[in-house]
């Protein structure tokens, strides 16, 4: 990849960062796009990061997704009555407000979302097995630095009990 050069000839780091950074975004793109090839007829982009928020915060009212996921609660409604229909969610009477219903995974839901992150996790320890050690070190030291200036909390460990972070509604300043 060409370094782009200033008027002055130096080369311009934050643009080097800047195409490369750009360019790793549709690789992950594209494996994001890959893991969801297996359920895409069941489930939209849309739907499952709705499905990732379900179950990163468990039962959870519509406004509060609608928030999440930064969309009008009227589209939060339309999402999940797709995901109802397709036994992905159900509802539920809130018990500590019987006025208020939650939101929640079913089962296949939870395994959805299991599924779709797994294979993500394999293709891209795939791709890291292409690399030397060094740069794995290398990477590591530099997607962490970039996930933390972007406000993005680190994923759990593989196997860890603890669900992925939105990382969706990030404040980037």
Same mark, same amino acid.
């Given at each position: 990849?060409?370094?782009?050069?200033?008027?002055?000839?130096?080369? &311009?780091?934050?643009?080097?960062?800047?195409?490369a950074v750009l360019t790793a975004s549709r690789l992950l793109v594209?494996?994001?796009?890959?893991?969801?090839?297996?359920?895409?007829?069941?489930?939209?982009?849309?739907?499952?990061?709705?499905?990732?928020?379900?179950?990163?915060?468990?039962?959870?009212?519509?406004?509060?997704?609608?928030?999440?996921?930064?969309?009008?609660?009227s589209t939060a409604m339309r999402m999940v009555d797709r995901l109802?229909?397709?036994?992905?969610?159900?509802?539920?009477?809130?018990?500590?407000?019987?006025?208020?219903?939650?939101?929640?995974?079913?089962?296949?839901?939870?395994?959805?979302?299991? &599924?779709?992150?797994?294979?993500?996790?394999?293709?891209?320890?795939?791709?890291?097995?292409?690399?030397?050690?060094?740069?794995?070190?290398?990477?590591?030291?530099?997607?962490?630095?970039?996930?933390?200036?972007?406000?993005?909390?680190?994923?759990?460990?593989? &196997?860890?009990?603890?669900?992925?972070?939105?990382?969706?509604?990030? &404040?980037?300043?």
């Amino acid at each position: 990849m060409p370094v782009h050069e200033t008027t002055a000839g130096t080369m &311009d780091d934050g643009e080097a960062v800047t195409r490369a950074v750009l360019t790793a975004s549709r690789l992950l793109v594209a494996v994001s796009a890959r893991s969801l090839a297996a359920v895409e007829e069941r489930v939209t982009l849309p739907q499952f990061r709705m499905l990732v928020a379900l179950s990163t915060r468990g039962a959870t009212k519509l406004v509060t997704l609608a928030e999440l996921l930064q969309v009008a609660p009227s589209t939060a409604m339309r999402m999940v009555d797709r995901l109802i229909a397709a036994g992905l969610a159900d509802r539920q009477t809130n018990p500590g407000n019987r006025r208020e219903t939650l939101l929640r995974l079913t089962e296949e839901g939870s395994r959805t979302v299991e &599924d779709v992150t797994a294979r993500r996790r394999a293709e891209i320890a795939t791709i890291v097995e292409h690399l030397r050690p060094t740069q794995r070190l290398a990477l590591i030291e530099a997607l962490n630095a970039f996930n933390k200036a972007g406000g993005e909390p680190p994923a759990p460990v593989l &196997d860890h009990p603890e669900p992925y972070p939105l990382g969706w509604a990030v &404040d980037v300043r």
